[in-house]
């Protein structure tokens, strides 16, 4: 299975979820376009087990922007078509950037990848002010789509109420809330996995 991490927003919390779910699932790391440094693979690197797999970019781009703007100033121009997924026998998590509407060129967004890949979504959504309007939105832009959304990740403080009536437009239930950590390191990810493995599977069962 691929399984496509997006967010609500920029700097939302794909990667430390992406983590988390590599952990969760024995699954490889793919993020197809990369957009500046550190880059976010090299950070998964960092936090999930030696013996997990990470897929090198297929457009690793020098400067933190949108894609689209990225990819000109490097003069190259992004094409989804063009996107090869790494060949696995494992689960696959895919990072997006940035948000689903993101441009990777002047005629393709993020969301455009996911037909492509054959893979379900899985929404991270930060809790803050304002959060419920970019979580219904995206909600909204999936099933317009008629794309396959498998769960939800929050991140950030309990807010009970933002979380019930995102859930509630989403139509499906929360698979992890990682909350405010001091420090994000492989031994967080790896209890953030465990309880996520075990909300997978009763979900699945």
Same mark, same amino acid.
Do not use: F
């Given at each position: 299975m691929r399984y496509f991490v997006t967010a609500i927003g920029t700097d939302s919390g794909k990667t430390i979820a992406s983590a988390i779910l590599i952990e969760a699932l024995g699954a490889?790391?793919?993020?197809?376009?990369?957009?500046?440094?550190?880059?976010?693979?090299?950070?998964?690197?960092?936090?999930?087990?030696?013996?997990?797999?990470?897929?090198?970019?297929?457009?690793?781009?020098?400067?933190?922007?949108?894609?689209?703007?990225?990819?000109?100033?490097?003069?190259?121009?992004?094409? !989804?078509?063009?996107? =090869? #997924?790494?060949?696995?026998?494992?689960?696959?998590?895919?990072?997006?950037?940035?948000g689903l509407m993101v441009p990777v060129n002047d005629r393709e967004i993020i969301a455009d990848m996911i037909p492509c890949f054959h893979a379900e979504i899985?929404?991270?959504?930060? !809790?803050?002010?304002? =959060? #419920?309007n970019h979580s219904l939105l995206s909600l909204e832009f999936i099933k317009s789509r008629g794309y396959t959304l498998k769960g939800l990740i929050f991140n950030g403080p309990e807010n009970y109420e933002t979380k019930r009536i995102i859930e509630n437009y989403?139509?499906?239930?929360?698979?992890?809330?990682i909350k405010n950590e001091k420090d994000i390191t492989k031994e967080v990810i790896n209890e953030y996995a465990k309880e996520l493995r075990t909300n997978w599977n009763d979900m699945a069962g």
């Open positions: 490889d790391y793919w993020k197809p376009v990369q957009a500046g440094t550190p880059t976010d693979s090299n950070t998964i690197r960092e936090l999930v087990s030696s013996h997990r797999i990470v897929h090198p970019e297929q457009y690793l781009l020098k400067s933190p922007m949108s894609p689209h703007a990225a990819a000109k100033i490097d003069n190259i121009e992004i094409k !989804i078509k063009n996107l =090869s #997924i790494p060949k696995t026998d494992r689960p696959l998590i895919i990072e997006g950037a940035g899985i929404l991270v959504s930060n !809790i803050y002010l304002g =959060s #419920i989403a139509g499906v239930k929360c698979l992890l809330h």
